[in-house]
């Protein structure tokens, strides 16, 4: 059985339910019972509550600062065991980007600008921290939007550490939520390594949903459509990219794990 790390945009209990929150759970929970080894990761969002949750931090796997745009993030790594189940989350904090209620808009909807160093910081904590954990998986497996990032870095920026060049990436298509741009410095965010401005030519300067789903999908190596509702434009990207996709399907057991474990095993 293959090695499966989980990046989640959100899980449940820890948030509300959604489609991607109940996917957060149960995609890693039934993938562990099949027999995996796995690992999983969520931001740690200023709306979950820690005492409830039973978050603490992991002392040795904090105190790393992450640069973006020759400005210093601290990055903190928390972690908490989803009741009921054997799944372990580890959440990835830093005071100034995840102490706001909201995740990527305020109470107002308005979208927060630096939603781009955010999901930077978040990208790369999770695979800073597995390079801590010396835990290098055979499958990433992406789910929600402030995950879309992780493929970037994982094929580009961190494709010489070892053992990281032979991992395979799988993203889920979900329908998307923001129509407007993440900010005018998104691309300068992501440089880092071999990520330069020549690299992302082929996305428009203004990232919004629709460029951050093709920049996931060009950096995969499998895909799932998940929702009823994906964008039109995203689910024709990702026909022409010939990656092989799945349908996420449910039956009256809830039991797609299967599916997803073949996928898994078929990269």
């Not at 999983?40 to 931090?57: A, D, S």
């Not at 990208?123 to 835990?135: N, S």
């Not at 290098?136 to 970037?152: F, R």
């Not at 300068?188 to 401005?197: A, H, K, S």
């Amino acid at each position: 059985m293959k090695k499966v790390l989980f990046v989640n945009q959100d899980i449940i209990p820890y948030v509300e339910e959604t489609e991607i929150a109940r996917l957060g759970k149960f995609v890693p929970k039934k993938t562990q019972e099949a027999g995996s080894e796995i690992r999983t990761f969520m931001p740690r969002w200023g709306n979950i509550n820690e005492r409830r949750g039973q978050l603490h931090e992991v002392i040795r796997l904090s105190g790393l600062n992450i640069s973006i745009e020759d400005t210093d993030y601290p990055l903190i790594i928390k972690v908490a065991t989803i009741t009921g189940t054997k799944v372990q989350v580890y959440f990835i904090d830093n005071e100034e980007f995840f102490s706001r209620k909201g995740q990527m808009a305020d109470t107002e909807g308005n979208y927060y600008e630096d939603n781009a160093e955010r999901m930077v910081f978040f990208a790369r904590g999770v695979i800073e921290t597995i390079k801590k954990l010396r835990w290098i998986p055979d499958v990433i497996h992406c789910q929600g939007q402030m995950s879309s990032l992780v493929p970037l870095f994982v094929k580009k920026a961190y494709k010489d550490e070892p053992g990281m060049a032979d991992v395979k990436i799988v993203t889920s298509l979900f329908e998307q939520v923001q129509d407007k741009p993440f900010g005018s410095n998104f691309k300068q965010c992501l440089l880092y390594n071999d990520i330069t401005l020549d690299e992302l030519t082929k996305y428009s300067d203004t990232v919004d949903s629709k460029e951050l789903a093709k920049i996931a999908i060009d950096y995969s190596d499998a895909l799932i459509n998940v929702s009823e509702n994906t964008d039109k434009d995203i689910l024709g990207y990702a026909e022409q990219s010939g990656l092989k996709m799945i349908k996420h399907t449910e039956n009256e057991e809830n039991d797609f794990a299967k599916d997803y474990v073949n996928l898994y095993e078929s990269l």
